[in-house]
C-alpha cells in the first residue's frame, strides 16, 4: 500500500462572507476578482529585471544539488569532536535556523545527550552582552572550547553585530588555541565573493559555505545559510527541500483557485485593504512558534514598504504579529475577540502529534475534571485551537487555518516555500518590491556612523543622529 505523503494545506473556509457575515467576511466574488488580476500584477513585478532574479534566485534553491553536497561534505568534517554548534548571525541569517531547531528537534535537545544526534545548537542574533558573556563564561570555565564550531553567517559580509560577535571569537580562539585551532573551530557562511567576511575567511583560510547570489536573507533559510546548522543537529535536510519542491509543484499551479500561495496572498491583501492591517499567526504547536517569528521577519520586511512600483508614496504594509496557542489564548485572545476587528488570524494546526500524553485520571476530591481524565493532550490542544477559532468566528473575525498532517522536515520544509511564494505573490497585489528593505539599511549605516566609522559624511551624520536622540533631561520625570 502507498502511504500517501504529509500534506500542508490552506483552510480558507472561515474568512468567507457567508461564515463571519458581509461586514467582514469576503464574499467569492471578491476574492476570484484579487485571483483574476494576480497573474498581470505579477507579470508586472517581475517585468523588473532585478526583482526577477531575486525571485528566481530563491525559488531555485530547493534544486540546489551541488548546496546540499557542499553542506553534506561540511558537516562530515565539522561534525567530528563537536560538542556544541554556535551560529553567529541575525535577522534571515538566524530566524530560519532557529524556525528549524525548534521545529524539528526535541524540546530538551540541548540538555538531554539521550535525545539529540548531534551538537548542542546556540543561535545568537542579538549582542546583549550580558548573554553572550554567561555563554563565554560556561564555554570557557569548562574547556569546551576546542569541542564548538562557531558558523558566522551574513550575505553582505559587514553586519556590525554579527561581525562584533565574530571578533570576540575570534580574539578568544586565538588565545586559547592559536591561528590553527582558530581555523578550525570556525565556518563561515557567506557570498561567494564580495564583502568584509568573505575577505577575512580567505585571509584566515576559514572553511566556506556560500550563499548563492540574488538570496535576500529572509528568503535564505533553505540556502547554505539554514541547512548546516540543521544537518549539523541531525535534521533531514534532503526531506526539507522535498517539501519545498513538492511545494513548487503546487503553487506554480496556473489555476490559482488551486493554488495555495495565490488563495493564500489574495486572501492577505483583500483583508489588508478591507481594514484588517495586522496579521496574526498563531501556531497550535510549540514545536511550530519560531515559525511564525521567521513569518514574521519574511512578511514584515517584504511588504512594509514606502513606496509602489511606480514610485508613489504608499507607507504599506500589514503588520505580523505572532501568538502561540495555547499560551496566548491566556494572554491575547481577550484583545483579538473585543478589541478592534482589524486583525487576520492564521492558525497552524496539526492534525497527528509524533507523540501525545495521557490526561491522568482525576483525584478521588477532584471528580469534577474526570471529563478531562484519559484524554490526550493532544485532543485538548487542538480542541483549544477549535474554541478560539469559534469565539473569533462569532465576533466576526476572519480565520485562516494551516493545517499540518504531521511535522516533519518535508512538511516543514511545504509550509517554508508556501509561505516565500505567498510572500512574493503579496507583494505583487501590493504592488511593491518585496526583496528589498531600504529602511533596515539606514539604520545599519547610522549604526556605523554613531560608532566612528572614518569618513567626513560619517562625522557629520553622527553628530545629526546624536543631537536628535540623546536623552534631553527636562522630559526626563
Ligand atoms: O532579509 C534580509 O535581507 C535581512 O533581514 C538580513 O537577513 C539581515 O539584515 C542580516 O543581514 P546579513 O545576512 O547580510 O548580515
Not at 468567507?16 to 513585478?45: F, R, S, Y
Not at 558566522?152 to 559580509?157: A, F, H, L, N
Request: proline residues 4%; aromatic residues 10%; contains cysteine.
Amino acid at each position: 500500500m502507498v502511504v500517501p505523503k504529509p500534506e500542508v494545506k490552506l483552510y480558507y473556509k472561515n474568512v468567507m462572507a457567508n461564515v463571519i457575515g458581509d461586514e467582514h467576511g469576503i464574499t467569492e466574488k471578491q476574492l476570484h476578482e484579487h485571483l483574476d488580476e494576480l497573474p498581470e500584477k505579477i507579470k508586472t513585478l517581475r517585468s523588473f529585471r532585478e526583482i526577477r532574479m531575486k525571485e528566481d534566485a530563491y525559488r531555485r534553491l530547493p534544486y540546489n544539488t551541488k548546496t546540499v553536497e557542499e553542506v553534506k561534505k561540511r558537516v562530515v568534517k565539522f561534525s567530528k569532536n563537536c560538542e556544541n554548534l554556535v551560529v553567529l548571525g541575525i535577522g534571515g541569517s538566524a530566524l530560519g535556523n532557529i524556525a528549524l531547531q525548534t521545529a524539528l528537534n526535541p524540546y530538551m535537545y540541548n540538555i538531554d545527550d539521550q535525545q539529540r544526534q548531534g551538537p548542542r545548537l546556540f543561535v545568537f542574533d542579538n549582542i546583549d552582552p550580558v548573554q553572550l558573556a554567561s555563554f563565554l563564561s560556561w564555554l570557557g570555565d569548562n574547556d569546551k572550547l576546542d569541542k564548538t564550531i562557531f558558523n558566522v553567517i551574513t550575505k553582505r559580509g559587514d553586519t556590525a553585530e554579527t561581525l562584533s560577535q565574530f571578533m570576540i571569537i575570534r580574539q578568544l580562539l586565538l588565545d586559547k588555541l592559536g591561528p590553527d585551532g582558530c581555523k578550525k573551530q570556525v565556518i563561515t557562511t557567506t557570498d561567494a565573493n564580495q564583502g568584509i567576511l568573505r575577505r577575512i575567511a580567505n585571509n584566515a583560510g576559514f572553511t566556506s559555505l556560500v550563499i548563492p547570489e540574488g538570496i535576500g536573507g529572509r528568503f535564505s533559510v533553505l540556502s547554505a545559510v539554514g541547512l548546516f546548522s540543521a544537518a549539523m543537529c541531525g535534521i533531514d535536510i534532503d526531506s526539507l527541500l522535498a517539501g519545498a519542491r513538492d511545494m513548487d509543484t503546487r503553487v506554480k499551479c496556473e489555476d490559482f483557485y488551486r493554488n495555495p500561495a495565490a488563495i493564500n496572498a489574495a486572501i492577505n491583501y483583500h483583508f489588508y485593504k478591507h481594514g484588517k492591517k495586522i496579521s496574526v499567526m498563531m501556531p497550535y504547536s510549540y514545536h511550530l512558534r519560531d515559525l511564525a517569528d521567521w513569518y514574521r521577519q519574511l512578511w514584515a520586511e517584504s511588504l512594509g514598504k514606502a513606496e509602489d512600483l511606480a514610485g508613489n508614496e504608499v507607507h504599506i504594509g500589514p503588520t505580523p504579529v505572532k501568538a502561540l496557542g495555547t499560551t496566548d489564548q491566556h494572554s491575547q485572545v481577550q484583545l483579538y475577540r473585543e478589541g478592534p476587528n482589524d486583525k487576520l488570524f492564521t492558525f497552524i494546526q496539526v492534525s497527528n502529534f509524533d507523540k501525545d500524553l495521557k490526561i491522568g485520571p482525576a483525584p478521588d476530591y477532584a471528580q469534577e475534571l474526570g471529563f478531562l481524565a484519559g484524554k490526550d493532550l493532544s485532543e485538548l490542544l487542538n480542541n483549544e485551537k477549535r474554541a478560539t477559532e469559534y469565539g473569533l468566528l462569532e465576533s466576526e473575525r476572519p480565520c485562516l487555518t494551516v493545517l499540518f498532517d504531521r511535522v516533519n522536515a518535508y512538511t516543514v520544509g511545504q509550509f517554508i516555500y508556501l509561505f516565500e511564494v505567498t510572500t512574493s505573490f503579496a507583494g505583487a497585489l501590493f504592488g511593491i518590491n518585496p526583496y528589498d528593505q531600504p529602511a533596515v539599511e539606514l539604520g545599519r549605516e547610522a549604526t556605523f556612523a554613531l560608532m566612528d566609522k572614518p569618513g567626513d559624511e560619517h562625522e557629520k551624520w553622527a553628530k545629526e543622529i546624536r543631537s536628535l536622540t540623546e536623552i534631553d533631561e527636562n522630559f526626563l520625570v
